[in-house]
Nanobody, 121 residues
Framework: QVQLVESGGGLVQPGGSLRLSCAASGSISSINAMRWYRQAPGKQRELVAASTSGGSTNYADSVKGRFTISRDNAKNTVYLQMNSLKPEDTAVYYC???????????????WGQGTQVTVSS
């Protein structure tokens, strides 16, 4: 069994910062890409940031320069540092990772349960 567990969401004022964490656990052989998505009420889920196992990263235009994705491969954990937060960043943030377990030769996409981020004064 593989699980992704997010933490770090909460309420923050505009201009503030939050750091999200997502830890993968279980029978993990290897992890390829790790990503953060978000979904605001009434909107489609969108890709916020992604990190490959080789260290490449990419970001949605709306968060470039404000958000930073990083990962600790030894801990099977990905982070999202969010600075200069805006009300429009309010959403449920989801972690997603391509993981190969010990019982599979394929990489499968797993999702976390989501963590709420609210930016409001």
């Amino acid at each position: 069994q593989v699980q992704l567990v997010e933490s770090g969401g909460g309420l923050v004022q505009p201009g503030g910062s939050l750091r999200l964490s997502c830890a993968a656990s279980g029978s993990i052989s290897s992890i390829n890409a790790m990503r953060w998505y978000r979904q605001a009420p009434g909107k489609q889920r969108e890709l916020v940031a992604a990190s490959t196992s080789g260290g490449s990263t990419n970001y949605a235009d709306s968060v470039k320069g404000r958000f930073t994705i990083s990962r600790d491969n030894a801990k099977n954990t990905v982070y999202l540092q969010m600075n200069s937060l805006k009300p429009e960043d309010t959403a449920v943030y989801y972690c997603n990772a391509d993981i190969r377990s010990f019982i599979s030769i394929l990489y499968i996409g797993y999702w976390g349960q989501g963590t709420q981020v609210t930016v409001s004064s």
